[in-house]
């Protein structure tokens, strides 16, 4: 058996004081699984419930683990570390990806420039917009990706004779469907591992594979990019496909790390499909970053909702505005926060404040662009060595297929 973890009971429909102090309490609620699954789903008390609200779940139970469950997609000495929340998703014990970010937040707040880490965007709301940027007429991204995808996904899995396809971020889509079609035609039976922070991603995707794909073996990894994809079984011959240009969303310090610790995890002769955005027409760029409907400006924006909501902070929406612009030198898209008026922010539990002065700037997110041939070099000193390189007609994107070479 596995280690047990969280023993304790709360009766069924219990009350609990909703207090500050119990904000963002996770519990657990067990609903009846098939033996040895237990399946939960994840509950945060609501922020805006007063008073006390009821608890509708029966209790928390030990989860019971037996070595035997965890898939081989795992390397040996990483077996133990991973149990199953649900049939077929997988995390580390005792990893909580919800810790409030709040160290984060306040380093990079702090900072001059004032910045903010990406990752914070992704709250339910920053999530369902960012689906609906994906399908705007101005960003050309993902519609330009995902036919590279259409054209080349044949000659891309000729290509990486693998057994398994670890897909980082993103779960499932249209774009991974091209992949997991070829990889049945060309190698039958084979395994699909998409890792995420988002549970409810990992169930879509689940849900999507079983239904078009039922031979290919599902594992999703709930955990963080670089713990899931260090996890992997070195043995196991694998393609890691990183897509919709998120290299280009990390900074100069978390690009070097990512690859360095990306290509320590991978096999000797496992492969990397790589998605970057490319320098072009200015107008064209930052259009993209600038849509007519201002759903960008929103999603962008809306990390203050998700920040006020963590820390209890008061930034004022309608007292900022969004600005964008590439910033060639960098070779990237600034996302920025603008205040329109100062604002005096506060952070009612930790007591600490500061003062956003007028039109001063916070950039909250950074969208790089790339000249392939560039990358490609770049990428060999992290032992990533270049195998094909598919683009579109128009040269906007580029899909790189690279090779850990030993
Ligand atoms: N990586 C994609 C890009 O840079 C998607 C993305 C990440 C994005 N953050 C964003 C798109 C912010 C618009 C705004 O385009």
Not at 193 to 201: K, N, Q, T
Not at 363 to 380: G, M
């Amino acid at each position: 058996m596995g280690t047990i973890h969280c023993i304790s009971v709360i009766p069924n429909a219990v009350k609990i004081p909703h207090s500050r102090r119990l904000r963002g309490i996770h519990l657990y609620p067990i609903f009846a699984g098939e033996p040895n699954w237990i399946q939960c789903e994840r509950s945060i008390i609501p922020e805006e419930a007063n008073g006390s609200i009821p608890v509708r779940f029966s209790f928390i139970v030990p989860q019971a683990m037996t070595q035997e469950n965890t898939p081989t997609i795992f390397a040996a000495e990483k077996r133990a570390h991973w149990r199953a929340l649900e049939p077929e998703i997988w995390s580390i014990q005792g990893a909580d990806l919800d810790a409030v970010p709040t160290q984060s937040i306040l380093t990079t707040l702090w900072d001059q420039p004032r910045w903010l880490e990406a990752y914070h965007l992704y709250d339910q709301r920053g999530s369902e917009l960012f689906e609906q940027i994906c399908g705007l007429p101005e960003y050309y991204l993902t519609r330009t990706e995902n036919a590279i995808l259409e054209t080349h996904a044949r000659d891309i899995i000729a290509r990486a004779p693998v057994r398994c396809i670890v897909e980082l971020g993103a779960g499932y889509s249209k774009k991974t469907l091209h992949l997991l079609t070829e990889q049945l035609r060309q190698r039958g039976s084979s395994i699909f591992a998409p890792i995420d922070v988002s549970a409810a991603g990992l169930r879509a995707s689940r849900a999507a594979v079983r239904s078009a794909f039922p031979e290919i073996q599902f594992h999703g990894l709930h955990a963080r990019y670089e713990e899931g994809f260090s996890a992997i079984d070195k043995n196991l011959p694998t393609l890691f496909v990183f897509l919709g240009s998120t290299i280009g969303n990390f900074n100069h310090s978390d690009f070097p790390r990512f690859f360095r610790t990306l290509s320590a995890a991978m096999g000797p002769g496992d492969f990397l499909l790589l998605g970057a955005d490319r320098v072009k027409d200015v107008k064209v760029l930052e259009d993209a970053y600038n849509d007519s409907r201002g759903v960008t400006a929103e999603f962008i924006l809306n990390v203050f909702d998700h920040i006020n909501r963590l820390l209890h902070g008061n930034f004022a929406r309608d007292n900022m505005r969004y600005d964008s612009r590439y910033n060639p030198e960098w070779q990237r898209i600034e996302m920025y926060a603008v205040a329109r008026a100062r604002q005096d922010i506060r952070f009612a539990d930790i007591d600490a404040a500061f003062q956003w002065q007028k039109d001063e700037k916070i950039l909250v997110e950074i969208s790089r662009k790339f000249d392939p041939l560039r990358l490609q070099e770049q990428l060999r000193f992290f032992d990533l060595g270049a195998v094909e390189h598919f683009t579109d007609p128009r040269e906007w994107f580029s899909i790189l297929l690279l090779k850990k070479e030993s």
